[in-house]
C-alpha cells in the first residue's frame, strides 16, 4: 500500500499539479492528456521524516536551474495602482525634478507584493543569475553576472546598471573558502536538529504526503503554528524528491480563503544555462542610469561642507565630554523628544504570536491629511483610511492597520504594536503595557 494512500479523494484531488487555464482548455480538448493529467498528482515515494527532509534541503548543492515560476500575493490590501513606486526611494522622481530609473530593481519589484505575475529564473553558480518579470506586452529583467549588475525596463526602454565588485570582495572577507561561520551548523543534520528544536512548543513540524510540481515528484513539508492568535494558518513547502530543492511554497491565513502567497515551478530544468543567458547589452536608444549616479542625487541634499563659523550666540566654552546618557531627573518631555525610533523596539510574547512595540518619532500618532502636524498627500491618506479600523482599549485609542497575514496598531500616544497576529492580540498587548 502507498505510504500516503489514507488521504481522501478530496486531498488528492486538491494536491494534483496545477495546470494554467490555457493548457486546461486545450488538455479537455485533447482526450489522450487527460489520463496523464489525472495521473499527476500524488506520486508514490517512499516514507520520509520530517527531519529527514530538512536534511534533505540542507544537503541540497544544485547550482544550475532555469525555469519558469508563477507567484500570487493577496494581502487583502486596496490596488496600489502607480502609488507603489510612489512611496519607495529612488521612484518616479525626486525633489529636486530630476527623474529616478523606471528600471531600478529598488522600485520595480515591489510590485510583486500584489497580484499575480510569471517569473523566468536562471542560475549558474553563486554569481550568475537572471530573473525577467514577464507582462502581457512588455518584460522586466534583472541580470547578475559576475560584477556586473543589470536592469531592463522594456515597457520604458530603460536600463539601470551597477557593479557587485565590492558587494562580492565583502561576502569572500567575512566568509573565507571553507570556513564555517561561528555558531553556523556545520552539517544538514546539526541545521535539522536546530530548526525542530527552534520550533519548540510554538511549532507543528510534519511531512503531509506528496505531491507532483512541474512534473517534479515532490514531498510536502507542513509548517503550522501551534499558538492561538496568529494570523499564519500554515506552510507548505513542496520538496524536489530527488535533488531537495524547494519548488513551491504555499503560505494560508488562519482565517481560510485562497493563500496569502502562493509561489512555484510551472517549468524547472536543472540543466546548466547557456552563457548567453546571462549577457546583456542596453538595447539602441535606451536611457541608461548608473547606480552610482542615483546614489550621488540621494547625497547632494547633504550639505557640501560646515559652516566655517560658529553663530555668535554659542558659548565660548563648550564642554569637553558630553553625557553619554541623558540625566535621569531631566522633565519627560524632553526624554521623549530624544526617543523614538527602532532603538526603542521591544518584542512582547514569543514565536509566531510575537508582537514588535515600539515609539513614533514625536510621540503622537499618525498625521492626518487634515491635521497641522503633517502633510499627508491624499493618495496616501486614501491608503491609510481603506486599511484603518479605530480601536480603544486601556492604552486609550488608536488605529489598527490590516492586511490577511499582518496587523499593527498604531495608538493615538505614538506607540505602534505590529505582528502576524489577530487585532485583538494587539489590542490586548496594547492593554498590558499601560
Known amino acids: 500500500m502507498a505510504p500516503y494512500e489514507s488521504e481522501s479523494a478530496g486531498r488528492r484531488k486538491a494536491t494534483r499539479y496545477v495546470v494554467p487555464v490555457a493548457v486546461v482548455g486545450v488538455a479537455a480538448a485533447t482526450i489522450g492528456l487527460v489520463p496523464a493529467l489525472a495521473d499527476s498528482g500524488n506520486p508514490d515515494l517512499p516514507k520520509i521524516s520530517a527531519q529527514q527532509?530538512?536534511?534533505?534541503?540542507?544537503?541540497?548543492?544544485?547550482q544550475q536551474m532555469s525555469g519558469t515560476v508563477k507567484i500570487s500575493t493577496d494581502l487583502g490590501l486596496p490596488s496600489l495602482g502607480g502609488m507603489a513606486g510612489g512611496f519607495t526611494p529612488g521612484a518616479g522622481g525626486?525633489?529636486?525634478?530630476?527623474?529616478?530609473?523606471?528600471?531600478?530593481p529598488q522600485s520595480k519589484l515591489t510590485e510583486l507584493a500584489t497580484g499575480t505575475h510569471t517569473l523566468r529564473i536562471a542560475a549558474d553558480g553563486s554569481d550568475r543569475h537572471k530573473l525577467s518579470v514577464l507582462d502581457s506586452a512588455a518584460e522586466?529583467?534583472?541580470?547578475?553576472?559576475?560584477?556586473?549588475?543589470?536592469?531592463?525596463d522594456?515597457?520604458?526602454?530603460e536600463a539601470y546598471h551597477?557593479?557587485?565588485?565590492?558587494?562580492?570582495?565583502?561576502?569572500?572577507?567575512?566568509?573565507?573558502k571553507g570556513e564555517t561561520p561561528k555558531g553556523v551548523p556545520a552539517t544538514p543534520k546539526e541545521l535539522a536538529d536546530e530548526v525542530l528544536k527552534a520550533s519548540g512548543k510554538t511549532t507543528s513540524i510534519s511531512v503531509e504526503g506528496t505531491s507532483q510540481v512541474a512534473g517534479r515528484d515532490a514531498y510536502k513539508l507542513l509548517v503550522k503554528p501551534e499558538q492561538a492568535g496568529s494570523t499564519v494558518g500554515g506552510i507548505t513547502i513542496s520538496v524536489d524528491a530527488k535533488t531537495g530543492v524547494p519548488l513551491k511554497f504555499t503560505l494560508t491565513p488562519a482565517g481560510g480563503g485562497k493563500a496569502v502567497v502562493d509561489a512555484g515551478f510551472t517549468k524547472v530544468d536543472f540543466s546548466k544555462p547557456a552563457a548567453s543567458t546571462f549577457d546583456f547589452t542596453p538595447p539602441k536608444g535606451a536611457k541608461v542610469t548608473e547606480g552610482d549616479d542615483l546614489k550621488a542625487r540621494d547625497k547632494s541634499h547633504a550639505p557640501k561642507e560646515?559652516?566655517?563659523?560658529?553663530p555668535k550666540d554659542m558659548?565660548?566654552?563648550?564642554?569637553?565630554d558630553m553625557p553619554k546618557d541623558m540625566p535621569k531627573d531631566m522633565p519627560k518631555e524632553l526624554r521623549d523628544a530624544q526617543g523614538g525610533g527602532m532603538k526603542d523596539l521591544k518584542v512582547i510574547g514569543e514565536g509566531w504570536t510575537s508582537i514588535a512595540e515600539l515609539k513614533l518619532p514625536g510621540g503622537q500618532g499618525l498625521p492626518t491629511g487634515g491635521s497641522a502636524s503633517g502633510d499627508v498627500p491624499p493618495e496616501a491618506q486614501k491608503f491609510m483610511d481603506a486599511l484603518g479600523d479605530h480601536v480603544t482599549g486601556k492604552f486609550g485609542s488608536g488605529t489598527v492597520f490590516s492586511t490577511r497575514l499582518v496587523n499593527a496598531l498604531v495608538t493615538d500616544d505614538g506607540k505602534v504594536y505590529a505582528g502576524a497576529v489577530t487585532k485583538d492580540a494587539l489590542v490586548k498587548a496594547a492593554n498590558a503595557a499601560q
Open 53 to 62: 527532509l530538512i536534511e534533505k534541503i540542507a544537503k541540497s548543492d544544485v
Open 140 to 152: 522586466y529583467s534583472v541580470i547578475h553576472n559576475g560584477d556586473e549588475v543589470w536592469a531592463y
Open 94 to 104: 525626486s525633489s529636486d525634478g530630476k527623474a529616478g530609473s523606471s528600471a531600478d
Open 306 to 310: 560646515m559652516p566655517k563659523e560658529m
Open 315 to 320: 558659548p565660548k566654552d563648550m564642554p569637553k
Open 162 to 176: 551597477a557593479k557587485d565588485a565590492a558587494a562580492a570582495g565583502d561576502r569572500a572577507a567575512k566568509h573565507p
Open 154 to 157: 522594456s515597457a520604458s526602454n
